[in-house]
Every structure is written in C-alpha cells, then in structure tokens.
C-alpha cells in the first residue's frame, strides 16, 4: 500500500495552528500549547498502530466524545 505523501508545512501553517488553540484557550484554560501538542504528534508518528483521530483529539485537547470540538468550522 503506497501512500502520497502530504506537502511540508510551512510556518504559516504552524502560525494557524498556534491561533487555533489560542481561540480555544480563550474558552478553556487547559488547552495545551503548541509544544505539547508537537510531542503528542511525534508520540502518535512513532506507535506500532494507527491511531484514529477520535482517540487522540480528546486525550490531546481535552474535548470530544458528547461535548462535540468547539471549532468555528469544519475547516479549522
């Protein structure tokens, strides 16, 4: 099974992803910063298994399951 890889992200996108959980912040003190979260990710690339989305997002930001993801919109 081969696999395209994704394009290389840029500091706008790291730029995006910090005002992402800076708005998230705003509405609930314990979502963590940016450095957590790229541990997490390295954590996630180095498992034996993959991980689906909804069993990490709400370990990583501490939302999910009934509460629903607090975001503006799909895209973010």
Do not use: K
């Amino acid at each position: 099974m081969s696999h395209e890889p994704l394009p290389l992200m840029d500091n706008s996108d790291f730029d995006a992803i910090e005002a992402i959980l800076d708005a998230l912040r705003v509405h609930d003190p314990e979502v963590p910063q940016w450095e957590f979260c790229e541990g997490a990710m390295a954590a996630l690339l180095c498992t034996r298994r993959p991980v689906p989305a909804d069993e990490y997002f709400p370990l990583v930001v501490g939302i999910g399951g009934e509460d629903g993801v607090p975001f503006a919109d799909a895209d973010q």
